[in-house]
């Protein structure tokens, strides 16, 4: 194993610069050409042409929030094949075990969301 130098992370923290300079550039910019005036009108939100109607804080169903992270749950545990999916040949059979354990808890959990009907609507 080689020594790490101090030298081997120079690029790393030329990365983080540019990184954070675009930022303060972006913000510098863009509170200088921004808009200065400033009023009741012109400071309203419009979502897509159509006047805002109400107000922003109603009651949402507890259903769709968890729908949202159910499907967040199951969107990132295909992740986890990724490198399963560029090692399969060196895995073997040991990578595929792994792998259908991994999958055999994730679908006892989505029945388990299905027996409890979370992701039922109507009720």
């Not at 120079?10 to 300079?21: H, W």
């Not at 050409?33 to 400033?38: A, D, K, N, S």
Request: charged share 15%; glycine share 6%.
């Amino acid at each position: 194993m080689a020594n790490n130098n101090y030298e081997d992370y120079f690029p790393l923290v030329i990365q983080a610069a540019v990184a954070l300079g675009f930022v303060v550039t972006t913000l510098a910019v863009t509170h200088i050409l921004g808009p200065r005036l400033h009023s009741k009108n012109k400071d309203a939100n419009w979502e897509c042409g159509i006047e805002s109607d109400g107000d922003a804080r109603f009651p949402v169903s507890v259903r769709y929030f968890m729908t949202a992270i159910l499907f967040v749950l199951f969107d990132v545990e295909v992740i986890f094949f990724y490198p399963y999916a560029v090692n399969f040949k060196a895995l073997q059979l040991e990578g595929l075990m792994a792998v259908i354990l991994f999958v055999a808890f994730f679908l006892i959990g989505f029945l388990y969301v299905l027996k409890k009907g979370a992701l039922e609507w109507e009720k």
